[in-house]
Every structure is written in structure tokens, then in C-alpha cells.
């Protein structure tokens, strides 16, 4: 899996990486970050601001993990807050376009690593969930993929757990 880097014209060898973590036991989508299979799951952790500050320290500590086994990628989200009254998550429906005033986590993924065209999934704290097509400057929200996102809001923060199916989106399989 690689991250976006900062240019879009840098070669993507020279973004950050992490080796998705294989595994035989698929977590349960259910919010809760507690089952064994988590604590082997690759880490992402090293996250910045882009606004206030471009390339700035967050204020809150946010770490995604990832697995995968045959049949899907896993993405289990922690949103750590210091301020848990104030996690915002007003709207409930489906692709609600409203939910930008949300706290949200947002992934997109570019299988044919175009740096251009992808599928844009989003989750707020309540688990509503977004999706849509990313192509060049466009977004296409009318894509509706097929995938499972939970989340819970605790005293810690919020977190969410997702569970994209390879059928659901395409893909180089000879693509590294």
C-alpha cells in the first residue's frame, strides 16, 4: 500500500510505504478495536496537519492499522480526543454530503497507481458511511461500493473499523 506524498510528481518509490500485515483471522466489524488480530496489523501512526499548519503536529493522536487476508483489506482507525463531548457526528445517512462538518476519517485508494484516479471511502464516528470515484480533479459520488465500516465513540476518542472486499474495486494485480 503506499501513501500519497507531498508532490505529485514524485516517483512512487520516493512516498512512504508500509507492508499490509496477511492474516488467516478477519477481525469483526464492529467498532471495537479489541480482538488479538489488531495488535499484529500494520501501523500508521506518523501523521501531520495540513491545516492550520502545513506539515504540522496534531493536536490529538490518530493511528490507523491495516491487515488484509484473501478476501479484503481491514482498516481499524483510532481518534484519539481529548475532548470526547465535542466529536461532531450529526448526520446518519449514507453518502450524506453534509457530513463535512463531521469528524471524519477519509482513505482513497489508487489500485492502478495513477496518482490520479481512485475510490474515495469515508467514515464519520457514528459509522456513516460515504464512497465515490475519484477521477482527476472530479469526484463521482453516484458509485456506490460494497463495504462495512462500524465506529464507537468512547471517552478516549472514536474509532472505526472497515472492511473493503477486493471485489469491490478493481485492480493491477501485478501492480506493486
Given at each position: ?6 508532490s ?7 512516498g ?6 496477511w ?63 465535542e466529536?461532531v ?7 450524506d ?20 484516479n ?21 469526484f ?10 462500524k ?13 473493503l472486499?477486493?471485489?469491490?474495486i478493481?485492480?493491477?494485480p501485478?501492480?506493486?
Open positions: 500500500l503506499l501513501l500519497a506524498s507531498q505529485a510528481t514524485a516517483s512512487l518509490d520516493a512512504p510505504r508500509v507492508e499490509v500485515v492474516t488467516e483471522v478477519a477481525p469483526e466489524i464492529d467498532g471495537r478495536l479489541d480482538e488479538e488480530v489488531w495488535k499484529t496489523a500494520a501501523v500508521i501512526d506518523d501523521f501531520h496537519t495540513a491545516v492550520p499548519e502545513i506539515a504540522g503536529t496534531p493536536s490529538q493522536r490518530t493511528g490507523v492499522r491495516i491487515l488484509s487476508d484473501r478476501d479484503a483489506l481491514y482498516f481499524a482507525v483510532e481518534c484519539y480526543d481529548d475532548r470526547p463531548d466529536i457526528a450529526n448526520h446518519m445517512l449514507r453518502d454530503v453534509d457530513t463535512y462538518w463531521d469528524d471524519r476519517v477519509n482513505f482513497v485508494i489508487d489500485p492502478f497507481l495513477s496518482r490520479r481512485g475510490y474515495f471511502f469515508q467514515v464519520n464516528p457514528v459509522g456513516v458511511r460515504r464512497d465515490g470515484l475519484v477521477e482527476g480533479p472530479n463521482e459520488p453516484n458509485w456506490d461500493g460494497i463495504w462495512t465500516a465506529a464507537r465513540t468512547t471517552h478516549e476518542g472514536w474509532f472505526a473499523e472497515v472492511r472486499p477486493y471485489k469491490t478493481g485492480f493491477d501485478k501492480a506493486t
